[in-house]
């Protein structure tokens, strides 16, 4: 059966490894021409080796190559590339890398930069989806940076134990568990520590801990003319030091019922940004199966084939189509 035709005829795919490989070979199953990208020690790396063709970004480190933005911009000119692919990693939640794709009439295949940058910051997110709304943990939604003051004030209000939280984080950096106010200090220093030196930006907030609950997302997918579906859940809820360690769908514990509604509530937070492409909307989910919205990941994950596996639905694939 022929592939439904895209509107592009070459991609760059600005990334490595296996999944630069896995959007290589979605592009060329669909009938695509692809450009990939390398730094001096990926010059005979396998997806250099099975894209049509491949540029030089720069030096080994990834902040001299992949992180690059006019350097991929201009391998991009260069190729002829009418779009470019970010994978995940990198530059994929980028919303500057967004806009200059797009600036230099090239499409960036992911959701628009308005949205990247709403759900890349965790208390814009909060307060986003929560107008629409969706449930999010009772925590602290303040517009402005708060003072150790102001959230110390704040934690006696939550009550423990809670959760201090990098508003720029992901991957369980910047994140504390406090389970008495004593304790509360030193984890609030020992966050904003952590949180400026991952991501240069040390701004935390704090929401309740909810114990003993179960990591449940929800893989969504939106095309440019606002029609939304998901494709049900991965649960995640097996994790070290906050890191995902096994991802399984479906969930064991999901009802028909509860999949329905925290998918039509995984649309609505979409909705909120005007989304589009693929997204993954994580929920924590307590003991009475209330569930409540963590976070949005704009991009593509590491773990959609367990998700692609379900539902026999290419995500790579549907990514360009939308």
């Known amino acids: 059966m022929a592939e439904t035709p895209t ?165 369980g950096k910047g994140m504390r568990i406090v389970r008495s106010a004593d304790q509360f200090d030193t984890a609030l220093a020992a966050a904003r520590r952590e949180a400026e030196a991952a991501f240069g930006d040390g701004s935390v907030y704090v929401e309740k801990l909810i114990e003993h609950a179960r990591h449940i997302e929800i893989q969504v997918l939106a095309d440019t003319h606002g029609h939304y579906i998901h494709l049900g859940e991965r649960e995640c809820s097996i994790q070290r030091r906050h890191q995902k360690l096994v991802e399984e769908s479906p969930s064991p514990v999901m009802t028909p019922e509860l999949r329905e509604e925290m998918g039509r509530i995984a649309i609505q937070a979409a909705q909120a940004v005007d989304y589009s492409n693929a997204g993954t909307i994580e929920f924590i989910v307590d003991q009475d199966f209330k569930y409540y919205f963590l976070e949005m990941n704009t991009r593509l994950q590491v773990e959609h084939p367990v998700t692609e596996l379900v539902t026999n639905i290419d995500i790579v694939k549907e990514q360009i189509r939308v």
């Open 7 to 171: 509107l592009f005829r070459k991609i760059l795919v600005a990334n490595r490894g296996e999944i630069a490989v896995r959007v290589i070979r979605a592009c060329r199953e669909l009938g695509l021409e692809t450009v990939a990208v390398y730094s001096d020690v990926d010059r005979n790396a396998m997806h250099v080796r099975y894209a049509d063709q491949a540029y030089r970004i720069g030096l080994p480190s990834p902040r001299e190559s992949y992180l690059l933005m006019d350097n991929i911009i201009e391998a991009a000119r260069k190729s002829g590339a009418d779009a470019i692919h970010p994978g995940y990693g990198f530059l994929a939640e980028n919303a500057d890398f967004a806009q200059a794709c797009i600036d230099n009439g090239i499409a960036f295949i992911g959701p628009a930069p308005s949205a990247i940058a709403t759900m890349g910051d965790k208390l814009t997110a909060r307060r986003t989806v929560q107008q629409a709304g969706v449930p999010v943990v009772p925590g602290t939604d303040s517009e402005t940076r708060l003072t150790d003051d102001e959230l110390r004030a704040a934690s006696a209000d939550i009550g423990f134990p809670l959760l201090i939280k990098a508003s720029a984080g992901g991957g």
